[in-house]
């Protein structure tokens, strides 16, 4: 079985959702991204983002976001060492291979900035130096729809961080019964096997930037980012940082769908989740709304011909 396919089938055993959460959630992986997933409680957000972490032999850490979380709880901080009469830095939970930041819109800005350059960078910064983080390097952050009490609005520029911002909805009927039967997040998440190594990971990230994008389809891409910068309801297009990542979010997805080149399927099953966080509505009191610039990421798709 390729390694693809058994990441997949140990996730799928125990997160009962919709399988196009999975693949999402495997694109960022493999495109060296970081996914925000976004939905009401209890719809399997964690779950999911567990999952992923334990199929993978790699360092994982979670955090649990809450509005009195410091930046330092983070990253780590220095202490002093009676034996050594020196300050020894200790690091915090970001200095993981796979981080789980749980309810990241529960706490504020300032503690929310302190992955920024954990995620544009791989590394942190900390007492005068800047320390690596291990490899591969991803943040899996889940969140609740900011109309929810106590919640605060991601900035844009960390917003724009996340390679995918994905919705899980609810499961079907079906699934829900098997929810319903085997309770997997309870029972079987705590004794799934990792089937990759790090290492495994790390050569399948090498093997997607090997993925073609046909120029026919390059142009396309371009023209759906010029679309956006154009649109009349859009305050701000999606930028060159944007536009990179919906090339590489769909070499990761051709490469998943065991295919060495992209197709415009590809792209157009990933500009929403790849875009529609990354652009701003002309509408102020509608920017915290995901669901505004989602129909006018449609309307874009609608709108630009696709090449082939």
Known sequence: MQPIERLRRNIESVFFGRPQAITHLMVGLLARGHVLIEDVPGVGKTVLARALARSINCQFSRIQLTPDLLPADIIGVSVYSQDKQSFIFKPGPVFANIVLADEINRTTPRTQSALLEAMND????????????????????????????????????????????????YPERERELEILRQQPGRTRLDHLDPVLSADDVQALQGQVSQVKLDPLLADYLMDIVEATRKHELLHTGISPRGSLALMQAVQALAFISGRDYVTPDD???????????RVISKNYMSNGDVSTTIRIMHDVLQNVPCPL
């Open 267 to 277: 792209l157009k099953e990933l500009v929403v989740p790849v875009c529609a966080h």
């Open 122 to 169: 791989a590394c942190v910064s900390a007492d005068g130096q800047t320390m690596p983080l291990p490899q591969p390097f991803m943040v899996v952050a889940t969140q609740n729809p900011f109309e929810f009490e106590g919640t605060y609005f991601l900035p844009e520029n960390q917003l724009d961080r996340f390679l995918l911002r994905i919705n899980l909805g």
